[in-house]
């Protein structure tokens, strides 16, 4: 009788076993959701000027990959507004950042947005010719940023 009792047991453990890996296994899957992505710039702008006061969007750049874009635009008393729209996790955020946190690497434009949760937001095959393009419709600091990111 105590082989029949050890046998119960063994099996209930396996069965524990299976269950959790399950579960453990869907939430897993869970997390694996599709990340937010912009189709087009049209899409950017309209992020960048549902989420920022005032901010109007005249001009927008997508990274390659979707996953994050510059939206050039002017507020009620200035002009030269930069936003960046980025994936975070399924949703996209925007952020009023300066023209002067945009840097040029090999692999495209970075965004410093100066907060350390977020850090530098790459925008993978941007140049600086696709930056001067959103300069003409903002400032004379953002000409400023365009030239020397082409230099």
């Known amino acids: 009788m105590s082989d029949v009792l050890i046998e119960a047991v063994a099996a209930g453990g396996v069965l524990t076993a299976v269950a959790a ?11 694996r959701r599709k990340a937010a992505r912009l189709d087009d710039e049209e899409q950017a702008m309209e ?23 510059l939206v050039s635009g002017s507020g ?16 996209l955020a925007a952020r009023e950042v300066d023209w002067n946190a945009v840097r040029a690497t090999p ?20 140049d600086a010719l696709d930056v001067r393009r959103l ?13 020397r990111l082409a230099s």
């Open 107 to 126: 692999g495209g434009i970075v965004v410093e947005t100066g907060q350390r949760r977020v850090g530098g937001v790459p925008l993978a095959g941007i």
């Open 135 to 147: 300069a003409p419709a903002a400032s004379d600091e953002a000409v400023r940023v365009a030239e």
């Open 21 to 31: 890996t399950a579960i453990v296994g869907n939430r897993l899957l869970r997390g």
């Open 76 to 91: 009620p008393d200035e002009a030269g507004r930069l936003a960046l729209v980025h994936a975070v996790g399924r949703h």
């Open 47 to 69: 992020r960048a000027g549902a989420s920022l006061a005032g901010f109007r969007p005249l001009a927008a750049v997508i990274g390659a990959d979707g996953a994050a874009a």
